[in-house]
């Protein structure tokens, strides 16, 4: 019998996230994002936010870092910024004759790249090691990245003017999107009555980043049986095969679903991942990785319909 909680030895147990809880005391509404960007954090997966200005993204990430006690940076990401601006360079302290290294701002446990965008692909480049190898060169020189390590990046939307457009290998370098909406009108009236507060933040440390390391590696005890293994492939390749789609997702979706899987089931307090787990994943993991052929696009299919019709089609593994 295919069984997803009995089938193995579980070494720890998944606790409650008193992160979380504290970064939503102080951000108002949100709830799926905090959660989501939680997910984030704990498989190691950067993000991808999109969403208007004004809505919190900036005070969402330092939140986070403070929670956890970790470095914060924000990058204001311009055409006339170069890649030694984001991760260091070598400079010459002429009053000891000496080369030193100066570090950029991508060495801090949260990285915010607002209008990511915006920089040229020559600088978006310069992220890419960063996002994907823990590590930056500099002048021939391998340093690693503090740990916990993630990006969260915004974007113009597309076609602003001054923008250089993502190509679809940086893209799929981003673990998840997530969409940050405008809050309801009781959300928002919320936030003018609390305004002071929200423009003076307090929000207290709640577990250092060894701590979250830990929690990091408690993820990757999470069992994930063969069935939905099997799933997370068979959602992944049924959309591969869709005649709408122009591109479809890579292996690092279905690798991104797997490990999100794991995150998302410990965070909900259980040792083993269910097929609710993928399902809650698959807009926020595959979204950006679908490019629909342009017939189609005029018709009105967007990568969101075709992921509702995956997610309809494919069997859903039986406990």
Known sequence: MRDWRRTYNMRVEPKPSKVLEEVSRLIIGKGDVLKMLWVALLSEGHVLLEGPPGVGKTLIARSFAQAIGGAFKRMQMTPDLLPADLIGTTYYRISEGVWDLKYGPIFANVVLADE??????????ALIEAMQEYQVTIEGKTLPLPKPFIVLATQLPYGSE????????FIDRFAYKIEVEYPTLGEELEIITRIDELERPTITQVAT??????????????????????????L?????????????????AS??????????????????????????????????????????EVEGVQPETVIGRALEGVEVPKA
Do not use: C, F
């Open 162 to 169: 001054g923008t250089y457009p993502l190509t679809e290998v």
């Open 255 to 296: 690798i991104w679903l797997y490990k999100g899987g794991r995150a998302l089931a410990y965070v909900e307090g259980r040792s083993y991942v269910i097929p609710d787990d993928i399902k809650a994943l698959a807009k926020p993991v595959l979204m950006h990785r679908i490019r629909i052929k342009p017939e189609y």
């Open 116 to 125: 990511l965008n915006r920089a040229t692909p020559k600088t978006q480049a």
């Open 236 to 252: 992944v390749d049924s959309i591969r095969s869709m005649e709408e789609v122009r591109l479809g997702p890579s292996p690092r």
């Open 209 to 234: 980043p060894e701590e979250i390391q830990a929690q990091v590696e408690e993820v990757r005890k999470i069992h994930v049986s063969e069935a939905v293994k099997r799933y997370i492939v068979d």
